[in-house]
């Protein structure tokens, strides 16, 4: 792996209960970056979003051959080793979901349990702590006051950005975006866009998106699935001038 590839991934396939799902897959993803995996439903975008951290075997039948190096403390980690713990893995390459998953407790303990749990740091540092990841998502004004009522008291877009917080207090090493976007609306959207624009510049993110607009607006590499397979990568610079343009071409792709 070269300095600015953050993972890389070899010859990797995935089954559910007998049925293969991702074939032969091998593909790089580069730092400073965020990569869309763009294809239509079905086409093993998020089955190869959950292979990065292993998120695949929790579900029944899975079985996972090939490799996934990733750049972890400057180290290249294999994270199909059977020595990989599977916490710390997925501590570091931290993935935000669809819709929120806010935990049954209040705002603020959503983030300090989670720190004090995986880190053990002291109640002090981890309120500390998530009060600047509430600042980094664009959050903390809009719910200093509100700290300790229950996080489903939130909006949507709130709780979203809370789960985001959570995330980035563990100080991931790579963000993993399974169309972190989808059930909110459109303002709530563009706030936790803008969240990535600036995140990207010190954590790699690996993104599956539903929207070609949102695709193009975030993306600076994209790779393009179908029936399992990358099909193609693309570099934004590749692109066509003019967003409709853009869109166009990616949607030609799929």
């Keep these: 792996m070269s300095s600015n590839i953050c993972a890389e991934i070899k010859n990797l396939k995935v089954s559910f209960k007998g049925r293969e799902i991702l074939h032969n897959i091998s593909t790089q993803f580069e730092s400073g970056k965020i990569t869309v995996l763009i294809g239509r439903s ?10 990065v951290n292993r998120l695949n075997e929790v579900f029944d039948g899975c079985k996972t051959s090939g490799e996934v190096v990733l750049e972890l403390k400057g180290l290249k980690t294999s994270v199909y080793d059977s020595r990989m713990a599977l916490p710390q893995l997925r501590r570091s390459a ?5 819709t929120p998953n806010p935990l049954p407790m209040t705002l603020i303990k959503n983030i300090t349990l989670p720190l004090e749990l995986a880190r053990g740091i002291s ?16 959050l903390y004004d809009e719910v200093k006051d509100r700290l300790n009522v ?14 985001l917080a959570r995330v980035l207090a563990l100080e991931p090493e790579l963000l993993l975006l399974d169309e972190p976007t989808a059930s909110l609306d459109r303002k709530s959207s563009e706030i936790i866009e803008d969240c990535f624009t600036v995140l990207k510049k010190d ?3 690996i993104m599956v998106s539903h929207s070609l607009a949102q695709s193009v607006k975030l993306g600076d590499s994209f790779k393009i699935m179908r029936d399992g397979n990358i099909v193609k990568e693309i570099e934004s610079s590749e692109l066509p001038q003019g967003t409709f343009e853009k869109e166009k071409y990616l949607e030609e792709l799929l």
């Design 42 to 51: 079905g086409a093993g975008k998020t089955t190869l979003l959950r292979a």
């Design 94 to 98: 931290g993935i935000l979901f669809q």
């Design 123 to 138: 109640h002090t540092a981890a309120v500390e702590k998530a009060e600047q990841m509430l600042r980094t998502v664009g």
């Design 150 to 163: 229950p996080a489903s008291e939130l909006s949507g877009g709130q709780q979203q950005r809370m789960c």
């Design 203 to 205: 954590i790699p993110i």
